[in-house]
């Protein structure tokens, strides 16, 4: 299959952060990248040092990271189901096991409850590199120094809320290698960053059961070695390090990939 290249960003742009008063991260943010909102979905990390929110990610948006599915799925009339196996045979079933927790979960052999601190220490799955960050400029300092340079984009899904069955209309593909930076589900603001070689980000358009329209992330690891082996083989009958998998990013997470275009830097 081949998929168009995401060429005009304009047409794939968030809601931004309308703030009266600067903050010191938002102020770093417009020296690096002028004239430019902060994505919407960087919001949190404009929250004062030391205090706290609630969790971030809803029980029922968590099923927008935990739909596994092949990268041969991606195609306009697919049928997707949040949080349900779709890809085997005609048959949807819900999975049978908790999977509490965000995209770390699909990578994380040890699924038990983890703190934040253990989260951010512990070892990193194969041909992962992760960081975790705590304030704006932490991510855009990360991301920079990864890529070498400030030409960088930032995209992000934007699923309706309380809908959970799409049709897919549309794909296109945003770049390799992407480094994704998720909020993590603490009350505490912390952003993982972490690329996963091996990878292929794409944007996808859905049109939810009621018509509404929205935008997708999908991120497809074509080396699945790290990925723990019962939640692939309940998912899609699949063992690790077979075939590509892919699942659905979330609306508190960004993919950063090289912006070759001449917009401005933006988040779908």
């Not at 706290?52 to 029922?60: D, G």
């Not at 930032?154 to 049709?167: E, K, L, T």
Request: glycine share 4%.
């Amino acid at each position: 299959m081949e998929f168009a290249h995401l060429t005009v960003l304009s047409l794939f742009c968030l809601a931004f952060v309308g703030i009266t008063a600067t903050s010191p991260g938002e102020d770093y943010w417009q020296s690096i990248w002028p004239n430019t909102p902060l994505p919407k979905t960087f919001s949190d990390l404009l929250i004062p040092s030391g205090k706290t929110n609630s969790l971030p990610i809803k029980s029922e948006e968590l099923k927008q990271y935990s739909t596994l599915f092949f990268e041969h799925d991606l195609h306009p009339g697919k049928n997707f189901i949040l949080g349900n196996t779709n890809s085997v045979g005609s048959i949807i079933r819900p999975f049978t096991k908790s999977r509490q927790g965000v995209t770390d979960s699909i990578w994380l052999a040890n699924k038990e409850k983890q703190s934040l601190e253990d989260f951010c220490y512990s070892p990193t799955a194969i041909a992962e590199h992760k960081h975790c960050v705590s304030s704006l400029k932490s991510m855009i300092d990360q991301v920079i120094s990864h890529f070498g340079s400030t030409k960088i984009k930032a995209i992000s899904s934007n699923f309706a809320p309380y809908q959970d069955q799409y049709v897919l209309e549309d794909v296109k593909k945003v770049g390799d290698n992407a480094v994704m930076c998720h909020r993590l589900n603490f009350e505490k603001v912390v952003f993982n960053c972490h690329q996963v070689r091996e990878t292929t980000a794409y944007v996808v358009s859905l049109v939810a059961s009621d018509g509404t329209k929205t935008k997708a992330l999908t991120v497809c690891h074509h080396d699945t070695r790290g990925m723990n082996p019962e939640l692939l083989y309940e998912a899609l009958e699949v063992t690790p390090g077979t075939v590509p998998v892919c699942h659905f990013i979330g609306n508190k997470a960004a993919a950063w990939v090289p912006n070759h275009t001449a917009d401005n830097l933006c988040v779908m």
